[in-house]
């Protein structure tokens, strides 16, 4: 049980570049969710998913775009890379909340710099 | 606008003593919260939580405290022990419209415990 997974770990980009950060959890969650945590800032939802094909901006939407094709895969897109774009990307997956307060589960995050 | 914040950036305790990690909220909505703690290069992990309706919570060293008419709460960790030195990240809940968790991050405390 590897809970959630992120790749790669590490990303060097230039200004302009695209690049797909892919996050795969096995928990069998419905929901999943991109954060980015720059410093003083804490962390900021980017998009979230409630279900496969089904997704949905959160607080940073811009400059991001993000598919759940699979329940298991939430992948998050940046189709031309800008330096305000350098962060730490986490994922996260949680369980349905129907019944309270359900734990989100985070990946070990994604260093992005763009230059 | 941040609606919820941590104003102390770092924090030292010495080990053996009790750890305050203190946090405010603007929203009356948010119906939970909640503290985790990350370490260096890895993802946020659960600490704690604590429903809007209660006013304290505890789980062995770990207590949240809630007081909703200063929309305050606060961690306590006692006692303190060199492990617990990491950043600790409140977190308020709220369920989006299709139903799932939406967490707002305040910015972190770090927390250096002295041996």
């Known amino acids: 049980n590897a809970g959630v997974t992120q790749t790669p770990k590490f990303r060097v980009l230039k200004t302009g570049q695209s690049m797909t950060l892919l996050c795969a959890q096995d928990?069998?969650?419905?929901?999943m969710y991109w954060y980015r945590q720059d410093p003083g800032m804490g962390l900021r939802l980017i998009h979230y998913?409630?279900?496969?094909?089904?997704?949905a901006k959160g607080e940073v939407p811009d400059g991001y775009n993000v598919s759940r094709l699979k329940k298991q895969n939430f992948l998050l897109g940046l189709e031309s890379a800008a330096p305000s774009q350098t962060s730490v990307y986490f994922c996260?997956?949680?369980?349905?909340?129907?019944?309270?307060?359900?734990?989100?589960?985070f990946g070990p995050g994604t260093r992005l710099t763009v230059l | 606008d941040q609606q919820v914040k941590q104003n102390s950036p770092s924090l030292s305790v010495q080990e053996g003593r009790i750890s305050i990690l203190n946090c405010d909220y603007t929203n009356s909505m948010f119906d939970y919260f909640l503290w985790y703690k990350k370490y260096p290069a890895e993802g946020p992990t659960f600490l704690i939580s604590?429903?809007?309706?209660?006013d304290k919570n505890e789980d062995g060293r770990f207590t949240v405290f809630l007081n909703k008419s200063a929309k305050h709460l606060s961690l306590h960790i006692v006692p303190s022990q060199p492990g617990d030195s990491a950043v600790y990240f409140c977190?308020?809940?709220?369920?989006?419209?299709?139903?799932?968790?939406?967490?707002?991050f305040g910015t972190g405390t770090r927390l250096t415990i002295i041996p």
């Open positions: 977190a308020a809940s709220s369920i989006s419209n299709f139903g799932n968790e939406k967490l707002t």
């Open positions: 996260a997956s949680s369980y349905d909340r129907t019944s309270g307060w359900s734990e989100q589960f």
């Open positions: 604590i429903s809007s309706i209660k």
């Open positions: 928990m069998n969650h419905e929901y």
């Open positions: 998913s409630v279900g496969e094909g089904t997704t």
